[in-house]
């Protein structure tokens, strides 16, 4: 069974500082492998995705992510951290042979941004 | 419409009684997801169509759990018989492919569900 593990439940940054978010997922084969953001009141919104190709992928809002598959891995990233920016965060993982959109989410880690 | 539309957004229950939710997905969307998120975790896979066909809803947790789609656009999720721990926060996504790569998924705000 795949699972998603977000092993910071909370992360505070100082505006303008970088930012890693950590991911790791369990999945017997080639994972679909997305971020999403939510901020309070919103529905998620798709940061990024990765299904093959380039392991680097860039997304919005100059958000990043690195799929490791050594490590099991697919870390979020921002070189210099906005307010706006602060929000909870999911990984997800997606079967992508039987259907992407059924992914299991991670749950989640909420972002504090200090001024 | 412009995006995935949920309703009522906010829904108090006593235990025992029946609730319905709704989502209007984006037009043209062929694929409906529903999730169930509780406080505090990720959502939780419930139930997919691809136009009017349910096609898995193997994340339903028990059978007071009905969801619908009879047109192939709005889609209605039914908790029967709420009880306490069908509190959570019921998301609707829809997509606008279907089958196994079904894109980008677009969520709505959800709507929360707290059971008395």
């Known amino acids: 069974a795949q699972s998603v593990t977000q092993p910071d439940i909370h992360i505070t940054v100082s505006e303008g500082a970088s930012l890693e978010l950590r991911c790791n997922y369990s999945?017997?084969?080639?994972?679909?492998l997305f971020w999403y953001v939510q901020s309070p009141g919103q529905g998620l919104q798709l940061l990024l995705k990765?299904?093959?190709?380039?392991?680097l992928v860039q997304g919005i809002k100059g958000f990043e992510a690195e799929f490791k598959r050594s490590q099991s891995s697919f870390n979020l990233r921002k070189p210099s951290v906005h307010w706006s920016d602060a929000a909870e965060y999911f990984c997800?993982?997606?079967?992508?042979?039987?259907?992407?959109?059924?992914?299991?989410f991670g749950d989640g880690t909420t972002l504090t941004v200090k001024p | 419409g412009a995006g995935v539309s949920q309703s009522p957004r906010y829904k108090v229950a006593k235990r025992g009684q029946d609730v319905a939710l709704r989502c209007d997905p984006i037009?043209?969307?062929?694929?409906l997801f529903w999730y169930q998120q509780a406080l505090g975790q990720g959502p939780e896979f419930l139930t997919y169509?691809?136009?009017?066909?349910?096609?898995?809803k193997s994340g339903l947790p028990s059978d007071r759990f009905f969801a619908e789609r009879p047109e192939g656009s709005v889609s209605t999720l039914k908790i029967q018989r709420t009880q306490q721990e069908d509190s959570a926060v019921y998301l609707c996504?829809?997509?606008?492919?279907?089958?196994?790569?079904?894109?980008?998924?677009?969520f709505g705000e959800g709507s929360r569900l707290t059971v008395l």
């Open positions: 997800a993982v997606g079967p992508l042979e039987t259907n992407a959109g059924k992914s299991t």
């Open positions: 996504a829809s997509s606008l492919t279907g089958g196994v790569d079904t894109g980008e998924l677009f």
């Open positions: 037009s043209g969307h062929v694929s």
């Open positions: 169509f691809q136009n009017e066909a349910q096609l898995d």
């Open positions: 990765y299904f093959s190709g380039d392991t």
């Open positions: 999945y017997g084969a080639t994972p679909y």
